[in-house]
């Protein structure tokens, strides 16, 4: 990965700058860890006060500079180098420099985000629970073949009109949460009750299932 890191510094001179002859742009790292590049820039090179003369003048100027990266990133092993440079000279007095800073080879650390990490504790929790077939195995395996095979809703209401059957008989439809504890719990009744009148070895999301009387 690379980043472009954008510098900008305006240089006051004590002296007037009629003409840059020739400039220079160089860099020093002086740490490279963690979130935090730092480092200095050293522009150099001579000029004219005035333009009629053939008399040029030095100059030298250390510009320092911090760079803050996101801790998500590794730095250790970036390189660092300029990726452009250009300057202009402002009322004779100011020379200001425009770098841009190359950072490349960066890392970015694996991290889990936080939606997988919700994901993974709700998988967790869900491993606990026991699915709806699991709570049954009991109750099937000590039942007679016609009561494990469950009562058909359409013949459960045959001889009722329809007033009694609903009067009597609730429809439960399964949601994604259910287990055969939190309807047994929810409508007051025995988990055997349920079985009685249901075939719940494959029960699945969307599934009615018959709820009989309050048996309190």
């Known amino acids: 990965m690379k980043k472009l890191v954008p510098f900008k510094k305006d240089i006051s001179f004590d002296t007037n700058i009629a003409e840059i002859n020739s400039i220079s742009l160089e860099h020093e790292i002086t740490n490279q860890k963690e979130s935090l590049i730092s480092g200095k820039f050293i522009v150099s090179g001579d000029y004219k006060m005035t333009e009629t003369t053939m008399h040029l003048d030095t100059f030298e100027y250390e510009l320092p500079f911090n760079i803050n990266i996101d801790k998500k990133y590794i730095i250790e092993n970036a390189e660092i180098d300029i990726s452009d440079f250009y300057y202009e000279v402002i ?3 100011i020379l200001s420099v425009n770098i841009e800073l190359s ?6 650390q694996e991290e889990v985000m936080e939606t997988e990490k919700i994901e993974n504790q709700n998988e967790d929790r869900q491993e606990e629970i026991p699915t709806i077939s699991e709570e049954l195995e009991t109750f099937e395996e000590e039942k007679p073949k016609e009561e494990r095979e469950g ?19 609730k429809i439960h439809i399964v949601t994604e949460n259910d287990t055969i504890e939190s309807i047994a719990e929810e409508y007051e009744v025995k988990k055997e009750s349920l079985n009685a009148y249901n075939n719940l070895s494959d029960v699945k999301i969307g599934d009615k299932i018959i709820i ?5």
């Open 91 to 93: 009322n004779n007095k």
């Open 103 to 108: 950072v490349d080879n960066i890392e970015e």
């Open 212 to 216: 009989p009387a309050n048996e309190n």
């Open 151 to 169: 009562i058909n809703v359409k013949s459960l209401f045959d001889g009722l009109d329809e007033n009694e059957a609903y009067v009597v008989y």
